[in-house]
C-alpha cells in the first residue's frame, strides 16, 4: 500500500483493466478526507476503473436507497441503465482527464429512479480511472420554483376573481332570475332555452366562487391529525365519486400532528384524490387503486409565506394511483391556473392545491408515469415555533 496525497483515494485490486497499473488497497479516503465527505449534505459517489462502487457518503446512502456496506459490492450499473447518459459523463472524464458537468439528468434503472439531477465528475489524479460523482437532486429547487409561480398567479387569478365578482355576478343573478320567471309562463320548447340560460348562470356564478377562494384571507392554523382528515377523504371518495375504486392505506402510526387548517387540508386531499379517481375511471384501468401514504422524513427549511419565520417540512403525504400517468406536455404546467387535461374540467383544482399548501408553508411535488403517479405533499409539524 503506497500513501496517498490531498486527500486521493485508493482503488480496489479486483477486476481491474489490464491496462491500467497495479491498484492500491481498496478505494477509502485517509480519515481526514473521510470525515468531510461524510459530513457533506450533497451525495458523492466514488467509482473506480471498473465502475465499481468504492466510496459512499451518507447523503448518497439516501439518495441511492442502499447502504455504504452493500453499495460497495455494487456496480454503477446495479443502478441505472447502461445506455444511461451518466456513463457517457464518466467516460469523458476518463478520456479527457477533467471536469465534466451536466444538468437535468434523468438517473433511472432497477434499484434507482431519480430525475432531474445535476452531476459533477472529477478524475482522481493519483489513482487512473477513478471517478469521482458529485449529485445533487435538482427536484425540491424545481418545486421552489414552481411554488413562486403559483402563488403570483394565484394573486392574478384573485385580483380576476374580485373584478368578475364585481362586474359579473350581480347581472349573472339578474339574468338567472329573469329566466326563471320565463320559464313559468313559456312553452315546452321554449323551457328548455330558459332551463339552459340558468345552467349556463350557475356555472359561471360557481367558477367566479372558485377562483375567488385563491384570495387572501385570513385562516386559523393548529394542530390537525393528517390521518383523520385522509380517513375522512376515503369515506367521502368512496361512497360517491370513487365507489368501484380499492383504496389502501399505508400510515405511520407514529405521526405527529400536522401544523395547519384541518378544512382547507380535506379540499386539498379531496381533489388530489379526486383526480386520481378520474384518472382511473378515465383510463379505464382494470384494477383501480389509490393508495394514502404517511411518514416522516428530514425535509427542507422554508420560510412561512407572510411571517419572518421558517419551518421544517418533516411530514409527507402521498396520494398515488395506477392511472395512465400525466401527459409529458402538462406536467410542466399542472399547477398553473387553468392548465387541464380534462374535456370539461377549469384548471383550477390543482392551482388551488398548490396555493394552500404554500400557505401552509409546505411544498407539493409530483412524479408520473404510465401505471403510477404520485403527489407527494410535504408538511409542517406542530412545534413550539409553531403553538402547537
Known amino acids: 500500500m503506497r500513501n496517498m496525497?490531498?486527500?486521493?483515494?485508493?482503488?480496489?485490486?479486483?477486476?481491474r483493466p489490464a491496462h491500467l497499473p497495479e491498484p492500491t488497497a481498496a478505494l477509502a479516503p485517509p480519515p481526514a478526507s473521510a470525515a468531510i465527505l461524510a459530513a457533506l449534505p450533497v451525495p458523492v459517489v466514488v467509482l473506480d476503473a471498473a465502475n465499481r462502487l468504492r466510496f459512499i457518503n451518507n447523503a448518497a446512502e439516501q439518495f441511492l436507497g442502499v447502504s455504504s456496506s452493500a453499495a460497495l459490492q455494487l456496480r454503477l450499473g446495479d443502478f441505472v441503465a447502461h445506455d444511461n447518459p451518466l456513463f457517457l459523463l464518466v467516460q469523458q472524464v476518463r478520456q479527457h482527464d477533467a471536469r465534466v458537468a451536466d444538468h437535468d439528468m434523468a438517473l433511472e434503472g432497477s434499484r434507482l429512479r431519480r430525475l432531474n439531477v445535476a452531476v459533477q465528475g472529477v478524475p482522481l489524479p493519483e489513482e487512473p480511472g477513478a471517478v469521482l460523482l458529485v449529485l445533487h437532486d435538482s427536484t425540491a429547487v424545481r418545486a421552489l420554483d414552481r411554488q413562486?409561480?403559483?402563488?403570483?398567479?394565484?394573486?392574478?387569478?384573485?385580483?380576476?376573481?374580485?373584478?368578475?365578482?364585481?362586474?359579473?355576478?350581480?347581472p349573472l343573478s339578474g339574468i338567472r332570475g329573469a329566466a326563471q320567471l320565463l320559464e313559468a309562463s313559456?312553452?315546452?320548447?321554449?323551457?328548455?332555452?330558459?332551463?339552459?340560460?340558468?345552467?349556463?348562470?350557475?356555472?359561471?356564478?360557481?367558477?367566479?366562487?372558485?377562483?375567488?377562494?385563491?384570495?387572501?384571507?385570513?385562516?386559523?392554523?393548529?394542530?390537525?391529525?393528517?390521518?383523520?382528515?385522509?380517513?375522512?377523504?376515503?369515506?367521502?371518495?368512496?361512497?360517491?365519486?370513487?365507489?368501484?375504486?380499492?383504496?389502501?392505506?399505508?400510515?405511520?402510526?407514529?405521526?405527529?400532528?400536522?401544523?395547519?387548517?384541518?378544512?382547507?387540508?380535506?379540499?386539498?386531499?379531496?381533489?388530489?384524490?379526486?383526480?386520481?379517481?378520474?384518472?382511473?375511471?378515465?383510463?379505464?384501468?382494470?384494477?383501480g387503486e389509490i393508495q394514502l401514504i404517511t411518514g416522516f422524513q428530514h425535509g427542507m427549511r422554508l420560510a412561512v409565506p407572510g411571517t419572518d419565520s421558517r419551518r421544517q417540512l418533516p411530514l409527507f403525504v402521498t396520494v398515488r394511483?395506477?392511472?395512465?400517468?400525466?401527459?409529458?406536455?402538462?406536467?410542466?404546467?399542472?399547477?398553473?391556473?387553468?392548465?387541464?387535461?380534462?374535456?370539461?374540467?377549469?384548471?383550477?383544482?390543482?392551482?388551488?392545491?398548490?396555493?394552500?399548501?404554500?400557505?401552509?408553508?409546505?411544498?407539493?411535488?409530483?412524479?408520473?408515469?404510465?401505471?403510477?403517479?404520485?403527489?407527494?405533499?410535504?408538511?409542517?409539524?406542530?412545534?413550539?415555533?409553531?403553538?402547537?
Request: proline share 5%.
Open 321 to 388: 394511483d395506477n392511472g395512465p400517468g400525466i401527459a409529458d406536455d402538462i406536467r410542466p404546467h399542472l399547477f398553473d391556473a387553468f392548465v387541464t387535461g380534462k374535456p370539461s374540467g377549469s384548471g383550477l383544482g390543482l392551482a388551488l392545491v398548490a396555493k394552500i399548501v404554500s400557505d401552509h408553508g409546505g411544498l407539493v411535488e409530483v412524479e408520473s408515469r404510465p401505471g403510477r403517479t404520485d403527489f407527494r405533499l410535504m408538511l409542517p409539524m406542530v412545534d413550539d415555533e409553531s403553538g402547537g
Open 5 to 15: 496525497r490531498n486527500g486521493a483515494v485508493r482503488l480496489a485490486p479486483r477486476d
Open 148 to 170: 413562486m409561480t403559483v402563488r403570483g398567479a394565484a394573486r392574478s387569478v384573485a385580483g380576476m376573481a374580485a373584478i368578475l365578482a364585481h362586474e359579473v355576478k350581480n
Open 186 to 287: 313559456v312553452t315546452e320548447n321554449d323551457r328548455e332555452l330558459t332551463v339552459l340560460i340558468r345552467d349556463e348562470a350557475d356555472r359561471i356564478r360557481d367558477l367566479v366562487d372558485r377562483m375567488e377562494a385563491f384570495g387572501e384571507r385570513p385562516v386559523q392554523f393548529g394542530a390537525v391529525n393528517i390521518h383523520r382528515v385522509l380517513e375522512h377523504v376515503r369515506r367521502l371518495a368512496q361512497t360517491g365519486f370513487a365507489a368501484s375504486i380499492r383504496f389502501s392505506e399505508l400510515y405511520d402510526p407514529s405521526l405527529p400532528p400536522v401544523h395547519g387548517n384541518r378544512d382547507q387540508l380535506v379540499q386539498v386531499v379531496l381533489n388530489l384524490v379526486k383526480n386520481a379517481a378520474e384518472a382511473i375511471l378515465q383510463g379505464d384501468v382494470q384494477h
